[in-house]
């Protein structure tokens, strides 16, 4: 243990056998962000086909690998890493611990992944191409007559759901053995709270995947029917056990997000977050009831009655919790001293846009009306307003915020704000035109439509290759931060941010907390 | 806090009115194509009052919360010189955010149930008809308790050249098909809604029916389908290749029309039953072998016979071996794959005609002719 004060090792070494949070935050933060990018280029394509009427580009069986892809690698690949990202980064540093609990795991649950992305992104090139049933992979679709690749599908899930599990049991166990002396769990950083209610969900529900496509691959090669009816099983089975897992999978998704907007507008504001209590005990509701919930996705498969209801009443529920912490974020900002700096910008598209996604959802909860809403692009709409505009606005937001702390340097600002309005302007041109076709009759996963959806869907391209673009000048600008960007050595870098991670010098140690700091 | 409180309702009133004046021309049917339609069906019209009676509720609630966000990012702002000031919390507060949106919530929920409750109904339906999904078709078939039954598929109408931009796109670009559902006006309709491959979904927004279509299981939704009209509709999951371009058109007209159009179906199947007994030349069946084709295997085994999602039939094993062996594959499938069993699809007319087609076209040249007759005994010989 003598070169334990030592910083990081030299060459690739480093970046291979690193036990090191930030190591593997930075390597779980770039490789979400190059998901990200592929997964955006997946949804250019389909943008592009979609430009016009009629089949231009592509095939109607590659359209349907686009938008398989796209939603697999988004969701798995982009947003979840990249909060598992920022989990290894800032928990320890926020907690006031030396690394995370279990940094060997740590390694590993990282590296497990670019490997599998590979393997799933190979499938594009074998024989009867990549996955084309959806990212939700509705059984018989996608074991019957599904390509062969479904095979190495099924694997890739496996392995990230591995993957997700070790990470989820590193920040229980960090959270849980390594708070500084006096950090008790109602003074945590919201951050902190939301990442553990997460951790719990995904190790509740990755295995109720891992059992889906365990069926599935059962039933392409070993003979069973557990989705087949003609063998005495049920397709609806497979829904079941697929959304008792997807439920809980974008509260995973959202509720990090909930705690990266939680730290920044309390920041900006220069007032205190408000109902702090409050909003840890909507996150637990949240994350409770979205085990009761799962079966709203599936409206149209012919529930009894009474399950329908009960659905629907039980979803409708939801906007309870999450209407407190829209609440407690504008009384946040009530009376506040605010300025508006590029997380701040982010924070607040996140407020708007995700609570526009929030009233759609609550539509979408009433099950009458949902029998015209579900599988139309009244749906696309919507996920795309509280996966996009807020899990990746949030996630964007906290780059910009904890950037200049990781690196010692400061963002360009006008950049940033740049690239905020590009952004902001790209995605609403993209998706708000998306609930009008929708509503209008247009369901989603089409490659071609009827000619009444031309002008809407002519102006959501535009907005999507807009959006798009804005990303370019965001890697720009956070790889000029890194590199050439104007260093700061103030421990706040923001003067309204409260925590311990502002306390640690700027940038931030490679080891952090050595000893514990005083708590207050 | 008076006087905010006033400035605030100024502030949130404008929006919300102007809001409402904008749904309010929605509603009144003049833009369609920005808003969910009320639809011909009373379930239809419950369903499009309770989307306006929601969404009004959420506009409501939308401009209120950010009304007081944006007055909070107008006037709190360091900028203004202003002192943040120190409150974090307040449980009255809290106690009394968390009920009110749960009145609103009931609120909401009892239209709802209501509503739900209406579509759930399904007694007493004058006219039952099975619907079934198909990659990537529609059956239609009518429960007839006096005489025959009436079946047929509905195709997708628009041809390729459309699809592939050669020729300019017609009016109902997707959405028109070879033959529609015909159904009565004013009459309660059940459908039985099941698949035959994959999972589907029976989608038509004016009727206020979507129900999933599951192989294996049978769904049922009903309707009372009200004015004369077309309505158009297409395929709502995701069910492979070809999903974007399964349509669904319903032609509702009068009782009468309806009688004698069904009359005409029935007589129409009762000619094909005499085709079966009939020997054909072979340039009959080519002709006819080429549009079954066309209609049923182009998709998968591509225009050419070269291939696709299916294997090719150009020079393949199958198309030129054994015919026994090629009508077996085309009447029951191959279990596990995408290669359906078209015996059930496909009348011993269509069937034979295809088989013929195949082994003679592409340059296959096998010289066989198939007879409807070869075709009923094969099936019978199973």
Same mark, same amino acid.
């Given at each position: 243990?003598?070169?334990?004060?030592?910083?990081?090792?030299?060459?690739?070494?480093?970046?291979?056998?690193?036990?090191?949070?930030?190591?593997?935050?930075?390597?779980?933060?770039?490789?979400?962000?190059?998901?990200?990018?592929?997964?955006?280029?997946?949804?250019?394509?389909?943008?592009?086909?979609?430009?016009?009427?009629?089949?231009?580009?592509?095939?109607?069986?590659?359209?349907?690998?686009?938008?398989?892809?796209?939603?697999?690698?988004?969701?798995?690949?982009?947003?979840?890493?990249?909060?598992?990202?920022?989990?290894?980064?800032?928990?320890?540093?926020?907690?006031?611990?030396?690394?995370?609990?279990?940094?060997?795991?740590?390694?590993?649950?990282?590296?497990?992944?670019?490997?599998?992305?590979?393997?799933?992104?190979?499938?594009?090139?074998?024989?009867?191409?990549?996955?084309?049933?959806?990212?939700?992979?509705?059984?018989?679709?996608?074991?019957?007559?599904?390509?062969?690749?479904?095979?190495?599908?099924?694997?890739?899930?496996?392995?990230?759901?591995?993957?997700?599990?070790?990470?989820?049991?590193?920040?229980?166990?960090?959270?849980?053995?390594?708070?500084?002396?006096?950090?008790?769990?109602?003074?945590?950083?919201?951050?902190?709270?939301?990442?553990?209610?997460?951790?719990?969900?995904?190790?509740?529900?990755?295995?109720?995947?891992?059992?889906?496509?365990?069926?599935?691959?059962?039933?392409?090669?070993?003979?069973?029917?557990?989705?087949?009816?003609?063998?005495?099983?049920?397709?609806?089975?497979?829904?079941?056990?697929?959304?008792?897992?997807?439920?809980?999978?974008?509260?995973?998704?959202?509720?990090?997000?909930?705690?990266?907007?939680?730290?920044?507008?309390?920041?900006?504001?220069?007032?205190?977050?408000?109902?702090?209590?409050?909003?840890?005990?909507?996150?637990?509701?949240?994350?409770?009831?979205?085990?009761?919930?799962?079966?709203?996705?599936?409206?149209?498969?012919?529930?009894?009655?009474?399950?329908?209801?009960?659905?629907?009443?039980?979803?409708?529920?939801?906007?309870?919790?999450?209407?407190?912490?829209?609440?407690?974020?504008?009384?946040?900002?009530?009376?506040?001293?605010?300025?508006?700096?590029?997380?701040?910008?982010?924070?607040?598209? +996140?407020?708007?846009?995700?609570?526009?996604?929030?009233?759609?959802?609550?539509?979408?909860?009433?099950?009458?009306?949902?029998?015209?809403?579900?599988?139309?692009?009244?749906?696309?709409?919507?996920?795309?307003?509280?996966?996009?505009?807020?899990?990746? +606005?949030?996630?964007?937001?906290?780059?910009?915020?904890?950037?200049?702390?990781?690196?010692?340097?400061?963002?360009?600002?006008?950049?940033?704000?740049?690239?905020?309005?590009?952004?902001?302007?790209?995605?609403?041109?993209?998706?708000?035109?998306?609930?009008?076709?929708?509503?209008?009759?247009?369901?989603?996963?089409?490659?071609?439509?009827?000619?009444? +959806?031309?002008?809407?869907?002519?102006?959501?391209?535009?907005?999507?290759?807009?959006?798009?673009?804005?990303?370019?000048?965001?890697?720009?600008?956070?790889?000029?931060?890194?590199?050439?960007?104007?260093?700061?050595?103030?421990?706040?870098?923001?003067?309204?941010?409260?925590?311990?991670?502002?306390?640690?010098?700027?940038?931030?140690?490679?080891?952090?907390?050595?000893?514990?700091?005083?708590?207050? | 806090?008076?006087?905010?409180?006033?400035?605030?309702?100024?502030?949130?009133?404008?929006?919300?009115?102007?809001?409402?004046?904008?749904?309010?021309?929605?509603?009144?049917?003049?833009?369609?194509?920005?808003?969910?339609?009320?639809?011909?069906?009373?379930?239809?019209?419950?369903?499009?009052?309770?989307?306006?009676?929601?969404?009004?509720?959420?506009?409501?609630?939308?401009?209120?919360?950010?009304?007081?966000?944006?007055?909070?990012?107008?006037?709190?702002?360091?900028?203004?010189?202003?002192?943040?000031?120190?409150?974090?919390?307040?449980?009255?507060?809290?106690?009394?955010?968390?009920?009110?949106?749960?009145?609103?919530?009931?609120?909401?929920?009892?239209?709802?149930?209501?509503?739900?409750?209406?579509?759930?109904?399904?007694?007493?339906?004058?006219?039952?008809?099975?619907? #079934?999904?198909?990659?990537?078709?529609?059956?239609?078939?009518?429960?007839?308790?006096?005489?025959?039954?009436?079946?047929?598929?509905?195709?997708?109408?628009?041809?390729?050249?459309?699809?592939?931009?050669?020729?300019?796109?017609?009016?109902?670009?997707?959405?028109?098909?070879?033959?529609?559902?015909?159904?009565?006006?004013?009459?309660?309709?059940?459908?039985?809604?099941?698949?035959?491959?994959?999972?589907?979904?029976?989608?038509?927004?004016?009727?206020?029916?979507?129900?999933?279509?599951?192989?294996?299981?049978?769904?049922?939704?009903?309707?009372?389908?009200?004015?004369?009209?077309?309505?158009?509709?297409?395929?709502?999951?995701?069910?492979? #290749?070809?999903?974007?371009?399964?349509?669904?058109?319903?032609?509702?007209?009068?009782?009468?029309?309806?009688?004698?159009?069904?009359?005409?179906?029935?007589?129409?199947? #009762?000619?094909?039953?005499?085709?079966?007994?009939?020997?054909?030349?072979?340039?009959?069946?080519?002709?006819?072998?080429?549009?079954?084709?066309?209609?049923?295997?182009?998709?998968?085994?591509?225009?050419?016979?070269?291939?696709?999602?299916?294997?090719?039939?150009?020079?393949?094993?199958?198309?030129?071996?054994?015919?026994?062996?090629?009508?077996?594959?085309?009447?029951?499938?191959?279990?596990?794959?995408?290669?359906?069993?078209?015996?059930?699809?496909?009348?011993?007319?269509?069937?034979?005609?295809?088989?013929?087609?195949?082994?003679?076209?592409?340059?296959?040249?096998?010289?066989?002719?198939?007879?409807?007759?070869?075709?009923?005994?094969?099936?019978?010989?199973?």
């Amino acid at each position: 243990m003598g070169d334990h004060h030592h910083g990081p090792a030299k060459g690739l070494g480093r970046w291979l056998f690193t036990t090191n949070h930030k190591d593997i935050g930075t390597m779980y933060l770039w490789f979400s962000f190059a998901m990200f990018i592929l997964g955006g280029f997946f949804a250019m394509v389909i943008r592009a086909e979609l430009f016009q009427p009629g089949m231009q580009l592509i095939d109607p069986a590659f359209f349907n690998q686009m938008t398989t892809l796209h939603g697999l690698i988004m969701v798995f690949g982009a947003i979840m890493p990249s909060f598992v990202g920022l989990a290894n980064w800032l928990i320890p540093m926020m907690i006031g611990a030396p690394d995370m609990a279990l940094p060997r795991m740590n390694n590993w649950s990282f590296w497990i992944l670019p490997p599998t992305f590979l393997l799933l992104a190979s499938t594009l090139f074998m024989e009867g191409g990549a996955p084309a049933f959806g990212w939700t992979f509705y059984a018989p679709l996608s074991t019957t007559y599904a390509p062969p690749s479904v095979t190495f599908f099924i694997f890739s899930v496996h392995v990230l759901g591995l993957s997700s599990i070790m990470g989820s049991i590193n920040i229980i166990a960090t959270v849980m053995n390594m708070r500084a002396p006096g950090m008790t769990y109602m003074k945590m950083p919201l951050f902190v709270w939301t990442w553990l209610i997460t951790a719990f969900l995904l190790v509740a529900v990755m295995p109720v995947l891992a059992g889906a496509v365990t069926m599935m691959l059962m039933d392409i090669h070993f003979g069973t029917s557990f989705f087949s009816a003609a063998g005495g099983g049920d397709p609806v089975l497979f829904q079941h056990v697929f959304w008792f897992f997807g439920h809980p999978e974008v509260y995973i998704i959202i509720l990090p997000a909930f705690g990266v907007v939680s730290q920044i507008i309390p920041a900006f504001s220069r007032k205190p977050l408000f109902g702090y209590d409050s909003m840890v005990y909507a996150t637990a509701s949240i994350a409770f009831l979205s085990f009761i919930v799962w079966a709203h996705h599936m409206y149209t498969v012919g529930m009894p009655v009474a399950g329908e209801l009960f659905f629907m009443y039980a979803t409708m529920l939801i906007a309870v919790p999450t209407g407190v912490k829209v609440f407690n974020w504008i009384s946040t900002m009530w009376r506040g001293a605010m300025t508006f700096e590029t997380p701040m910008l982010f924070s607040i598209g +996140f407020l708007v846009l995700f609570t526009l996604g929030g009233f759609t959802g609550l539509m979408l909860s009433i099950a009458p009306a949902d029998f015209q809403y579900h599988d139309s692009y009244f749906v696309v709409a919507h996920f795309h307003y509280v996966m996009v505009a807020g899990a990746v +606005f949030s996630m964007t937001a906290a780059i910009y915020f904890w950037l200049p702390k990781w690196c010692g340097r400061m963002y360009n600002e006008t950049m940033g704000k740049t690239h905020f309005w590009i952004s902001f302007i790209g995605f609403n041109l993209t998706f708000f035109p998306q609930h009008f076709v929708g509503l209008a009759g247009m369901p989603r996963r089409i490659p071609d439509y009827a000619l009444q +959806f031309a002008d809407f869907n002519m102006m959501s391209s535009i907005g999507a290759f807009i959006y798009g673009a804005s990303q370019i000048l965001f890697l720009y600008n956070v790889i000029a931060t890194i590199v050439a960007g104007e260093p700061t050595s103030e421990e706040k870098v923001w003067d309204g941010a409260e925590g311990l991670e502002w306390t640690l010098p700027t940038p931030a140690p490679y080891h952090t907390f050595e000893t514990p700091p005083p708590v207050k | 806090m008076g006087f905010k409180a006033k400035r605030l309702l100024q502030l949130a009133v404008a929006p919300v009115l102007l809001l409402m004046s904008v749904i309010a021309f929605a509603a009144d049917g003049g833009l369609s194509s920005i808003n969910m339609s009320p639809g011909v069906t009373e379930v239809g019209r419950q369903i499009y009052d309770l989307h306006m009676i929601i969404l009004g509720i959420c506009v409501v609630i939308g401009v209120l919360v950010f009304g007081v966000m944006f007055y909070s990012i107008i006037y709190h702002r360091k900028s203004r010189g202003v002192t943040p000031a120190t409150f974090h919390e307040s449980t009255k507060v809290e106690i009394a955010w968390t009920i009110v949106p749960f009145i609103i919530l009931i609120a909401m929920a009892v239209p709802a149930t209501t509503t739900l409750l209406d579509i759930y109904d399904n007694d007493e339906a004058q006219l039952n008809v099975i619907v #079934k999904g198909y990659q990537w078709k529609w059956k239609y078939e009518y429960i007839n308790e006096e005489g025959d039954n009436v079946a047929f598929f509905s195709n997708l109408r628009t041809p390729q050249a459309e699809i592939y931009n050669t020729e300019a796109k017609g009016e109902n670009y997707l959405l028109e098909v070879d033959e529609p559902l015909v159904l009565p006006a004013n009459t309660k309709i059940r459908f039985l809604v099941t698949a035959n491959d994959v999972i589907h979904s029976w989608w038509v927004p004016q009727l206020a029916v979507k129900r999933d279509a599951i192989p294996g299981f049978i769904n049922e939704i009903s309707t009372r389908t009200a004015d004369e009209g077309v309505y158009r509709g297409q395929c709502a999951e995701l069910c492979g #290749k070809e999903h974007g371009f399964m349509p669904i058109v319903v032609n509702v007209v009068s009782k009468e029309e309806y009688a004698e159009w069904f009359a005409n179906k029935q007589a129409e199947a #009762k000619e094909v039953n005499d085709l079966m007994a009939q020997t054909f030349g072979m340039d009959d069946l080519m002709t006819r072998g080429k549009s079954v084709y066309e209609r049923s295997c182009l998709a998968c085994h591509g225009a050419n016979g070269e291939g696709g999602v299916g294997t090719a039939i150009a020079g393949s094993t199958v198309a030129t071996g054994d015919v026994s062996g090629h009508l077996d594959i085309g009447i029951n499938g191959v279990p596990g794959t995408a290669m359906q069993a078209f015996g059930g699809q496909l009348n011993d007319v269509d069937m034979a005609a295809v088989i013929t087609y195949q082994r003679n076209a592409f340059g296959n040249n096998m010289g066989d002719l198939i007879q409807p007759i070869d075709v009923y005994n094969h099936k019978k010989g199973q």
